[in-house]
C-alpha cells in the first residue's frame, strides 16, 4: 500500500536548519508530483512547496521562496525539503503529500496520500 514516512524534524533556533525526508513506498514516484504541506496549532493546513516528476521544476509558497528547497531522489523513491533562515513562524507539522494532479495546484484536496508528519519547532 502507499506509504509515505517523514523524518529531519526537530527544535531548533531561528536562523538555523532543518533538511526534511520523505520516504516513500508502494508506488512509482517518478510518475507523481509530491508536495509539502504545514499545519500550526489551531491553523488549516498550507501549501509550503511542490515539485514535479522529475525534480526540474518547482513551486514554492510566498512565505518559504528563498529560505526553502524542496527536492526528490527517484532512485532512493525519496523527497527532501531543505529548510534555512528558519523562523518561528515555521513552526508546524509537516507533511509530505503525493498529488493526484499536475504541478501547480496548492489545495491539500488534491493530495490523496498523506504522511504522518514530523515536528518542526524554531525557538526565537
Known amino acids: 500500500q502507499v506509504q509515505l514516512v517523514e523524518s529531519g524534524g526537530g527544535l531548533v533556533q531561528a536562523g538555523g536548519s532543518l533538511k526534511l525526508s520523505c520516504a516513500a513506498s508502494g508506488f512509482t514516484l517518478s510518475m507523481y508530483v509530491m508536495a509539502w504541506f504545514r499545519q500550526a496549532p489551531g491553523k488549516e493546513r498550507q501549501f509550503v512547496a511542490a515539485?514535479?516528476?522529475?525534480?526540474?521544476?518547482?513551486d514554492y509558497a510566498a512565505s518559504v521562496k528563498g529560505r526553502f528547497t524542496c527536492s526528490r531522489d527517484n532512485a532512493k523513491n525519496t523527497v527532501y525539503l531543505q529548510m534555512n533562515s528558519l523562523k518561528p513562524e515555521d513552526t508546524a507539522v509537516y507533511y509530505c503529500?503525493?498529488?493526484?494532479?499536475?504541478?501547480?495546484?496548492?489545495?491539500?484536496?488534491?493530495?490523496?496520500?498523506w504522511g504522518q508528519g514530523t515536528q518542526v519547532t524554531v525557538s526565537s
Open positions: 503529500a503525493r498529488s493526484k494532479r499536475g504541478l501547480g495546484v496548492r489545495s491539500q484536496f488534491d493530495y490523496d496520500s
Open positions: 515539485i514535479n516528476w522529475s525534480g526540474s521544476t518547482t
